[in-house]
T-cell receptor
């Protein structure tokens, strides 16, 4: 049973516009949510995170929003750049100190010049 | 130089062979992890280790074993490889300080079992 879901396998946006990547989860015991970006032939790299007690975290062009009642989070990239083209994974950390992460399947973002 | 180094980067082998994937890190992190990624799927945790004497199974540990030879080294073994273990394997590390410390990943090992 998938605890972290990214229902859009792909997303295409124009350079300069906003990219919105979505993620849903089912487990109320997650205490942190993270977004990773992955380029081909490279490992995932950490992008931004949010604690379950927050509803927004911003870092430059990247903002993550968390809606706990809906068990939904989203990553906003504004403005989108061609270099943002990558696969984005949503991950959730299991509460309790194990540091275990549960990953979604990923969304492939393409930013067109 | 990469902080988390995985060797080999690519490996093709036959069913039944024993295979070892190695991971070393220069980040000084206590915690290390092994994941696999299959096409169209997210990363799934195989094993994790909080220090040299602490090894834990992840969600898909069957068919795999690990060894934490030192704080900086964590290897994954497939004792008798089978074709459905063909996947992309990632090693990751994290700091013990908790909070929102993210995991840092190596560039992966692409393993094909014929």
């Amino acid at each position: 049973d998938q605890q972290v879901k990214q229902n859009s396998p792909s997303l295409s946006v124009q350079e300069g516009r906003i990219s919105i990547l979505n993620c849903d989860y089912t487990n109320s015991m997650f205490d942190y949510f993270l977004w990773y970006k992955k380029y081909p032939a490279e490992g995932p790299t950490f992008l931004i995170s949010i604690s379950s007690i927050k509803d927004k975290n911003e870092d430059g062009r990247f903002t993550v929003f968390l809606n706990k009642s809906a068990k939904h989070l989203s990553l906003h990239i504004v403005p989108s750049q061609p270099g943002d083209s990558a696969v984005y994974f949503c991950a959730a950390r299991v509460e309790g100190g194990s540091e275990k992460l549960v990953f979604g399947k990923g969304t492939k973002l393409t930013v067109n010049p | 130089d990469a902080d988390v180094t995985q060797t080999p980067r690519n490996r093709i082998t036959k069913t039944g062979k024993r295979i070892m994937l190695e991971c070393s890190q220069t980040k000084g992190h206590d915690r290390m992890y092994w994941y696999r990624q299959d096409p169209g799927l997210g990363l799934r945790l195989i094993y994790y280790s909080f220090d040299v004497k602490d090894i834990n199974k992840g969600e898909i540990s069957d068919g795999y074993s690990v060894s934490r030879q030192a704080q900086a080294k964590f290897s994954l073994s497939l004792e008798s490889a089978i074709p459905n273990q063909t996947a992309l394997y990632f090693c990751a590390t994290s700091d013990r300080t908790g909070g929102s410390q993210p995991q840092h990943f190596g560039d992966g090992t692409r393993l094909s079992i014929l």
